[in-house]
T-cell receptor
């Protein structure tokens, strides 16, 4: 079945460590996105990518990094520079980069700093 | 600045009662409009979207929404709520025909359904 797969579902990180969240899609979508969700805050955009080898910062990119070496994959690294990384992370994708296209979401990854 | 406001943080309705969730947006141009639903710990599922044309849009699970340009609103409605509708609902907007952008989401409205 086509869809967006995020892994792991649950991740625990010690302070000072970098962690990478995986996002893979087999929908042949051009654009991919990472959002962060905190209780009562809605979804905030971290990074997005319209095409391979290109990506743009969103509203809260500090402390995060991404790569887009393949169309299907858009991993997110949460670095030690991110001061408050505990959150629910959602990966999404869409045809094209225009927000007129529907964005489809993965099931999310929970990151907890211990 | 572009923004989306969902004025109600939490709403409780009785099963079988009607529902309306409010969404207001601030945008410089005609936007695309979306409603998504999220069950706890899950991703978001698209309920419906408005791009152009008829301002009353039908979606999945019996939901509908009406775009009112004069009020900058895109309220979500359902005539009879089921217990399974309890979830968090997000309104989102995006610019018309502008490549290289992503949706802007409201902060969400949590719906509880009482029996």
């Amino acid at each position: 079945d086509g869809g967006i797969t995020q892994s792991p579902k649950y991740l625990f990180r010690k302070e000072g460590q970098n962690v990478t969240l995986s996002c893979e899609q087999n929908l042949n979508h051009d654009a991919m996105y990472w959002y962060r969700q905190d209780p009562g805050q809605g979804l905030r955009l971290i990074y997005y990518s319209q095409i391979v080898n290109d990506f743009q910062k969103g509203d809260i990119a500090e402390g995060y990094s991404v790569s887009r070496e393949k169309k299907e994959s858009f991993p997110l690294t949460v670095t030690s520079a991110q001061k408050n990384p505990t959150a629910f992370y959602l990966c999404a994708s869409s045809y094209g980069g225009s927000s007129g296209n529907t964005i489809y979401f993965g099931e999310g990854s929970w990151l907890t700093v211990v | 600045a572009q923004s989306v406001t969902q004025p109600d943080i939490h709403i409780t309705v009785s099963e079988g009662a009607s529902l309306e969730l409010r969404c207001n947006y601030s945008y410089g141009a005609t936007p695309y409009l979306f409603w998504y639903v999220q069950s706890p710990g899950q991703g978001l599922q698209l309920l419906l979207k408005y791009f152009s044309g008829d301002t009353l849009v039908q979606g999945i699970k019996g939901f509908e929404a009406e775009f009112k340009r004069s009020q900058s609103s895109f309220n979500l409605r359902k005539p009879s709520v089921h217990w399974s509708d309890a979830a968090e609902y997000f309104c989102a907007v995006g610019p018309l025909g502008q490549a290289g952008t992503a949706l802007i989401f409201g902060k969400g409205t949590t719906l509880s359904v009482s029996s």
